[in-house]
DNA sequence: ATCTTTTCTGCGGGATCCCGCAAGGTCTCG
DNA sequence: CGAGACCTTGCGGGATCCCGCAGAAAAGAT
């Protein structure tokens, strides 16, 4: 059994290859990368490693990077490691984890312990571990109470990007007053809506933007999100230009 | 002479201590702070101590910390330890320095070797330490070619907090085409204009969101530059509802 | 199958945004 | 002092956005 390392900061990596070779003493080898591309690659040359990898790095994130792995070995094991528990990354992740996998996330504030035992739990016990605070943002953002839909989501990142209604609507393939429901509904759940009951024009915002603001500042959206999305989009358009 | 460390990550926080002890001998006594809050009331209580800090904590990052640790002491020697070079970073520090202050801003990615040297050129010798690329950064931010004035960067970030035309001319004191101008202005320098000849929606873009879409894949907007904006913002409107 | 609930869709209108045009201002430079 | 460059401001209009209203379609529920 070999793991995979992927992981940009020196500091960190070595950190969790002394971790690692700690807690998994029948493991024989612990290769290390130091961004999805490098660690795309080891993972595809040698097959059926276990894979220990931290999101945010550059170039090509750790989501990517777990999304090329899965896609060509679904049932690689990958422990998440993360400074953040962004609800944009906790969808992120989930939204590619193949069904039946066994995976873990648990944040780098966790203690020594709680990172051994994790390590044993899932590629020794094949136990999913997720940490508790990312469980927690886990159940809110799917328990739909206080969280949001798939379509509000693609719409909140439609927006983000820039798109106009016309553009969104083609785009989803929806009539533009859909599409402006969809908005309605985002503007709510956000806590961006003025009724006009409320007098005083007290807030002057505009809807559109804020709304892409409350997202940002409650992590709803990150970076690596947006670039994510930004991607998509240029295939998108290739496809309408040229098809 | 005393070193105090602001840094949040406990492995770095470490790392930075041995680093400070072997690079600065003739020191005696290193403080930590693992945030901004504890960093500003330790530098409060001891006295005239060097600073080194990363940015990017929470709660309270290192541009606030620092900006009130200069305002007790602004003769205070302040190193930035940060992994990124992100644009609003650099613009974020830069704004805040104070006139012959000695100050540093060098990456994480930086060799040991690079660190040390910098600890003693600024608390030994008085002398800045810029790392290249940071100093690449600054003068594509400030040698405006390319870069964006005072006034761009301001309505970028009202934009990107949502506001209506209407509210930034009243914030800003502007008439509202005055600022609709300087919004084409800052479409233009995004790139995100449309001459009106280039035909085909192929776009279908809103420029105010696109604006801020792309400053925020540039980096010229990054989550802790919106978080400053909006605690700005906030006590503007607090002044305007109750002057 | 019928009724309810939800979602999708068109219509219409008021508010906002984007921007060309032109009439002032300020500042510099020759 | 006048010429030129730049910023500001008002006006006007076309495009877009935001949203109430109401009918049609889809999805569940009894």
């Known amino acids: 059994m070999k793991v995979l390392i992927i992981e940009d900061d020196p500091l960190h990596r070595s950190y969790l290859n002394e971790a690692v070779r700690a807690a998994l003493p029948e493991c024989d080898g612990v290769l290390e990368a130091e961004n999805g591309n490098a660690g795309e690659k080891l993972a595809r040359d040698c097959k059926s490693a276990h ?80 940490d508790r605070e990312v469980r927690g943002m886990q159940q809110k953002s799917l328990g739909n109470m206080n969280g949001f839909t798939e379509a509000e989501y693609e719409i909140l990142i439609d927006i983000a990007l820039g798109l106009t209604d016309r553009a969104i609507a083609q785009r989803r393939n929806l009539s533009v007053r859909s599409v402006q429901n969809r908005l309605q509904q985002l503007y709510v759940k956000l806590g961006v809506y003025q009724p006009p009951g409320g007098q005083g024009d007290d807030g002057g915002f505009n809807l559109r933007a804020r709304a892409v603001a409350v997202a940002l500042l409650r992590k709803l959206l990150n970076h690596s999100a947006l670039e994510r999305a930004e991607a998509d989009l240029a295939v998108w358009l290739a496809r309408q230009t040229s098809p």
Do not use: H
Request: hydrophobic letters at 40%; proline letters at 4%.
């Open 51 to 130: 894979v220990v990898m931290d999101l945010q790095m550059s170039p090509r994130n750790g989501i990517e990077a777990a999304r090329t792995i899965w896609k060509e070995r679904p049932e690689t094991r990958i422990l998440f490691w993360s400074n953040y528990s962004d609800e944009a990354y906790v969808r992120g992740v989930s939204r590619i984890v193949p069904v039946g996998a066994v995976y873990g996330y648990v944040l780098k504030s966790a203690s020594d312990d709680r990172l051994k035992l994790a390590l044993r739990s899932i590629f020794i016990e094949s136990q999913c571990v997720i």
